[in-house]
């Protein structure tokens, strides 16, 4: 009888440590799984915006669904309070309505202003359709000009230097067709691989 009661007041003790011991292995396991998801989507995400910039170089309407986390599947997300959730206006004393009327007509001259007189812009949109960076395959997009003699005149009527250039120019005509042949497949392979 001694015995039992000596072992008695042990017991709880034994319960809480099983308790901590199963919320902290549930836990651990939770964040392993939860940040393997994480990577896991990131990745997809990554490979989803490839296959985006794929599709519209290939100029097709196919759409790619980029994988997300659900509301339930993020913790933290019972923590916050998004505005959409609050179903009322935000109350805007006198002197706080003006200063946002103030701000926003301050704003609107600044953007008619940049509007008016951006040089660097007009620079860039008339010499490089506004992008910096010059990627190969833009310029696999783009035709080429055929000489002007080659619209007004027809074949028979070239002269020897016109004829030199028509070659010279049919000659680079199918060699651009034949690198975006080339593109294309290289995309149509990255979309399935």
């Given at each position: ?7 008695w ?11 901590n011991?199963?919320?902290?292995t549930?836990?651990k ?15 997809v995400?990554?490979?989803s ?6 599709l ?23 923590l ?15 002197e ?31 010499m ?10 833009d ?17 028979d ?13 049919e000659?680079?005509?199918k ?9 294309r ?5 990255d979309?399935?691989?």
């Amino acid at each position: 009888s001694s015995g039992i009661n000596a072992e008695w007041p042990l017991r709880p003790g034994l319960i809480k440590n099983t308790i901590n011991h199963l919320k902290h292995t549930f836990n651990k396991e939770f964040d392993d799984v939860y940040s393997s998801k994480k990577q896991e989507i990131q990745r997809v995400a990554e490979r989803s915006e490839r296959i985006k910039k794929i599709l519209t170089d290939l100029k097709s309407d196919d759409t790619v669904t980029v994988p997300q986390f659900k509301g339930i599947e993020v913790p933290e997300s019972f923590l916050v309070v998004e505005d959409n959730e609050i179903a009322f206006e935000k109350y805007l004393t006198p002197e706080e309505e003006a200063a946002r009327a103030e701000k926003e007509r301050l704003e609107g001259e600044r953007r008619k202003q940049e509007e008016a007189d951006n040089a660097r812009e007009r620079a860039l949109d008339s010499m490089m359709h506004g992008k910096l960076e010059i990627r190969p395959e833009d310029e696999l997009q783009k035709d080429l000009e055929k000489p002007e003699f080659m619209l007004q005149k027809n074949e028979d009527q070239y002269s020897e230097e016109e004829l030199k250039v028509a070659k010279d120019f049919e000659k680079r005509e199918k060699h651009l067709l034949e690198k975006r042949k080339k593109y294309r497949l290289r995309l149509c392979v990255d979309t399935t691989a």
